[in-house]
């Protein structure tokens, strides 16, 4: 699908949530019979989805409950959290400052130092609750948080950066070594954020024992104003999903891709395990629960960036307790709440039985018309 | 017309209402030689649109009115008609009830059990009226709603569910027999929803008297949202009435596809019929009839879902009597009013004297451009 | 261009104005030796413009205005001005109604009956005043009125119907004889509108002067809305066309094709002509004129339907004088004034000396994303 | 990617800003290593940003700030510049003039004569500062603004118009000689606009030191809607430099290719080079610049055209100071600030170590769908 944009250049049409839909075929499998559990790093998840790892979305709090229902949340260690002993006051003084000025309000409490005994400290409550402790960090402090976080006894690792690569160019670091460190990690390290089969593919032959998937996605996201990158999720995780697939024959090793960024309901969930995902992570939808640290409040790792912040603090309100956003019942019909049973209902309209049959299904290309939302209301509210 | 989305993943670009229109060709046949009649198991209806099986569309009363304009309407046996005595007293109360938490009202108005009684007593007041009665029922509640609806008269059966398909797994329960259902059935069965070549196919070999095509059409439809499903309709039409004329070469037996969910307007009616429908089914512009049961008012099945509730209850005002939003005349000019006299005019101006032969019109690729439409308004409302 | 939309069923994509743009060359035409003027009916007109047969657009005084400035306007012989002694009064009437309701009291106006001594009183004025009189009649009524107009004096006849063809299949009524009136009339018959290659053709074969290009055109037209037809003028325009070029390699004759409907501002000008248009006939941007009949009101020929209305009574302004809408100045920069002045920049700017050259010029699809206007404002206003 | 739009017409599909986005490799580069340099007629700049010959974009002083930061701005010599001694006063007034009737107030200040002594001046003024003289003149007033510029000092010509080719065809006056301009101006002569190969390729053959890329580009332009022109800029950009590297393969001369319009924002910029361009030059994001010669607001050239206006004067506030809007910090997260740090970040997020190889990067085809934008904010703003 490749197109001639002008003179020599090239491009391949891609696609996003909103350009797909999903096809019912003439099986039907008993919801009660399909299964969405999947593995990573060994462990084995009944929920296919992960709380990313934002401050407005995961605290030790909701990272013990997110396990206990069978997901998993992800701590960032690059945040409040790590930084102020009193983390729930600092996110409280976030939720309460005013929009004006926000983005430098921010900037500035980001400013304190990360602490070793914070990081360690986090691990620990989470571990003490009884939950998985999944934390994050990026290139540049991974080593040194992976230190302090394992130690404390966390299970899982990820490294995140914008574009998360095996090779980084570079006159003036040590690039990130990615293989070295996930050979030396005590821990399974998952690695994002990336697209791209190739790019995929090496982190696969690097060791990681998942990918993130997702560079700017979603239509006017600010990393495609900003930068003008901007890959749409569904061929994202499509090309990821291929490289895991031929990494699979190749080395006789699942990696499982997690699709993560974009997504704003049961539909773009479902839809992105069709595409090829095997799970996939939710930070909003998160930050909207009634368990959330700030709740009704969202804000972007790149919020606090200094010359070039690409994102601000949201309103994302409270939708429910975090069970009824995964499991309903849903008081909304958006498609925000209810999300493993909006999969279930979807997986078994499509005849998929579980989470790989469902990589299978069929979708098509529907173009949604949303400025015809209004006129479409009356019709189709009832259809 | 399959595209890579990326990797390996392949999808079908799909056309919905609002991407094609319609192309009059050298030939123009007068809009009185224009016959828009068409048959169901065995009868013969002078026009080609059926009311949906609403609580907020169809009770005995509109039922009797449609089938003596020559259509037919679908009485749903799992709302209130068949839980409640005095139906039209809760009917009322549900239009009375104000928008926040009409939801939850709904839901448990729904909790009332279904009674063989007042099934029976439906049907009755139906043919007593001089109405076709035609019923629907799930799957789930068909066998017994089938033997009172049948024994009080009934004339026609409609089994629907959100994905209605012959195969269904299940380890919990034992599928809906839909081949013997059909063959036990006195009355013909009409089948839905469905999409797709396949699935058509087995129902139609199944013994369907007809088929409804139609699972989340529309562009912003809930369960596109929620569940990421929905086929466009001009599509899900075509691909199902390539298997009624297969099946008709292999098995010499016609049955009927009727298109069932997202129409709006005379237009989309001539749409239907052009991609292949042998008829429509409409919700919301019946229920925007003024014999309609709660008038001005509309809810779908799936809003009365307790934990997946995908629709609500929506206002969609009252047009005119059932007769003038068939034959007119229409005091609005948007298309939901004189569907018939649109149809002939679109059949009359596409050169079509019958159904069959507006099956074969030509249509074009043509999107709306919806968000011009201010700036055109001014131009085009003369065009 | 034609897709598989499902099932066997096919479509040939179509395009619109706005997805389309026009391309400079190489070459650019000093705009002091562009050639605008055409031909019709063995008359050479100076502007490829022509004034649509509506009520709103043109009365004798705009015609004989129009005339003198080198275009064309046809006046409607089944309007007000046929039908009441002082139509300008009842025009006053009209423009002066209420909107509420302004589609029932159109109609009634509409019911007195057309008399051939106003016919030819209009005709006179027409001639009285210098202009060239063209006149417009439906199938129905085109042999009684165009007795009368021709012995008045008119020029041109116009027969105008949704759908003009020259097969009609009736077995209420004798169709229409297309070739017959065209070989009959002691003037030069345009007919229209109408759409594809076969059509076209026919109607050149059987004698008709020019051809009206256009059914539904347009992206909300309500035509497209309550029947399901339109096709995009860009793609009507261009089989027309195609159709005009074969005849004339044929039989030696060039009947000019016209497009009609759908046209907002001089950018759609260019862009029929160079998608081959030889004139272009204007409803709403001529009501617009000081000198237009009900200043600042335009409504359709439909808008009177008594059973299927399709359209009202818009208001469309007052722009300027028809001489500056033709030829500037221009106190706007929508593209609905200085039109003639707007084509000459445009054919200089491609290179084209005169109509034949533009309509070899080049054009891209560019589709026109009107809703991120607001955000362009910015940096485009002064692009 | 020819299609037929009707008829025998083909047109070709061309893109947009808002239809593509980059797209990340398996490389990524350490920003700090991120070259952004480039060169026009022999001189080397740091940041490939121009500033257009725009009245309210540019003026001595910003010249001066804009050199000083490694960027080129253009000062427009048939503007209030050149034909008024007090031009901040002029300014001042069109700044303040009520937006009712801003056209016809701008109109009557640029009837005021161009005077020699003020280009002079001007050019004088820049050079005093420090500045690179940067002037820009029309076809028609090129000769004896050369002249005057060149003599006083002036390092580099533009000769700019709607539409700049070599070839001009007229028979009332002689075409303005490019070759012959381009050989004997003393300076480097840049040449605009223009868009396509073969025109491209003619304006190098020519002897231009660098061309100007872009008629009518974005999509509500207004000379899109006025004249019907507009191509979209990827395709534009990528057209002309195709053409450069075929000039420079055959001639061993290497032209820069600017792309001017229509640029909104970093990632604008970044695509426009993944496209193919050197260099980028922008108008209104320019005129939000405190330094800016009226401060808020911007107006275009067309502005003052007498019978066919194209733009009025718009309000565009003020961002901040040049260096912010060229090096940050950003205040504001929509692209407008630190455009040449967003340059760096997506140059190294795709793995582009300079402007040749990020002429080489990746980018998709990727619809933005403005229109939901508000549903998809709430999930998107932390994405």
Same mark, same amino acid.
Request: hydrophobic share 45%.
């Given at each position: 699908?490749e197109v001639?944009?002008?003179g +020599?250049?090239?491009a391949r049409?891609?696609?996003?949530?909103?350009?797909?839909?999903?096809?019912p075929?003439p099986?039907?499998?008993?919801?009660?019979?399909?299964?969405?559990?999947?593995?990573?790093g060994?462990?084995r998840?009944e929920?296919?989805?992960l709380a990313?790892?934002l401050?407005?979305?995961?605290?030790? $709090?909701?990272?013990?409950e %997110?396990?206990?229902?069978?997901g998993?949340?992800v701590? +960032?260690?690059?945040?409040v959290q790590a930084?102020?002993?009193?983390?729930?006051a600092?996110?409280e003084?976030i939720?309460?400052a005013p929009?004006?000025?926000?983005?430098?309000f921010?900037?500035k409490?980001?400013?304190?130092?990360?602490?070793?005994?914070?990081?360690? @400290?986090?691990?620990?409550?989470?571990?003490?609750g009884?939950?998985?402790?999944a934390?994050s960090?990026?290139?540049?402090? &991974?080593d $040194?948080a992976a @230190? &302090?976080?394992?130690?404390?006894g966390?299970?899982?690792?990820?490294?995140?950066?914008?574009?998360?690569?095996?090779?980084?160019h570079?006159t003036h670091?040590t690039?990130?070594?990615?293989?070295?460190? !996930?050979?030396?990690?005590?821990?399974?390290v998952?690695v994002?954020?990336?697209?791209?089969?190739?790019?995929?593919?090496?982190?696969?032959e690097?060791g990681?024992?998942?990918?993130?998937v997702?560079?700017?996605p979603?239509?006017i !996201?600010?990393?495609?104003?900003?930068?003008?990158?901007?890959v749409p999720?569904i061929t994202?995780?499509?090309? !990821?999903?291929?490289? @895991?697939?031929?990494?699979?024959a190749?080395?006789?090793r699942?990696?499982?891709?997690?699709?993560?960024?974009?997504?704003?309901?049961?539909g773009?969930?479902a839809?992105a395990?069709?595409a090829g995902a095997d799970?996939?992570m939710?930070?909003s939808t998160? &930050?909207?629960a009634a368990?959330a640290?700030?709740?009704g409040f969202s804000?972007? %790792?790149a919020?606090?960036s200094?010359?070039?912040p690409r994102g601000t603090?949201?309103?994302?309100?409270?939708?429910?307790s975090l069970r009824?956003i995964?499991?309903g019942?849903a008081?909304r019909?958006?498609?925000t %709440? +209810?999300?493993?049973g909006?999969?279930?209902?979807?997986?078994s309209?499509?005849?998929?039985? +579980?989470?790989k049959? %469902?990589?299978?299904a069929?979708m098509?290309?529907?173009?949604?018309?949303p400025t015809?939302?209004k006129?479409?209301?009356?019709?189709?509210?009832?259809?």
């Open positions: 699908m001639l944009v002008g +020599n250049k090239r049409r891609s696609y996003g949530f909103d350009e797909v839909a999903l096809v075929g099986l039907v499998v008993d919801p009660r019979d399909v299964d969405v559990s999947w593995s990573l060994g462990r998840f929920v296919p989805i990313a790892a401050d407005g979305a995961v605290n030790p $709090r909701l990272a013990i %997110m396990s206990r229902l069978g998993l949340a701590l +960032n260690l690059d945040g930084r102020y002993e009193d983390a729930e600092v996110l003084r939720a309460a929009q004006e000025g926000v983005v430098g921010i900037q409490l980001y400013e304190a130092p990360v602490k070793d005994e914070l990081i360690a @400290r986090r691990v620990r409550e989470i571990k003490k009884g939950g998985i402790a934390v960090a990026t290139p540049l402090t &991974a $040194r @230190r &302090a976080a394992v130690e404390a966390a299970d899982l690792f990820f490294v995140q950066s914008t574009v998360g690569t095996v090779r980084f570079s670091v690039p990130f070594p990615v293989a070295e460190f !996930c050979r030396n990690a005590p821990v399974p998952v994002g954020n990336t697209v791209g089969y190739q790019a995929t593919l090496e982190l696969m690097a990681a024992a998942g990918v993130l997702g560079v700017g979603g239509h !996201c600010t990393s495609r104003k900003v930068l003008g990158i901007g999720q994202a995780t499509a090309d !990821c999903a291929a490289a @895991r697939d031929d990494y699979l190749r080395s006789g699942y990696v499982p891709v997690i699709t993560d960024g974009g997504l704003r309901n049961g773009d969930i839809k395990i069709v799970a996939v939710l930070g998160i &930050a909207a368990e640290p700030a709740p804000w972007g %790792m919020t606090s200094a010359d070039l603090r949201i309103k994302v309100g409270v939708s429910g009824e995964l499991f019942p008081h019909d958006d498609g %709440m +209810n999300l493993v909006a999969l279930r209902l979807a997986m309209s499509l005849g998929a039985a +579980n989470l049959e %469902m990589q299978q069929e098509v290309i529907a173009p949604s018309l015809e939302g006129s479409l209301q009356r019709a189709q509210g009832v259809g």
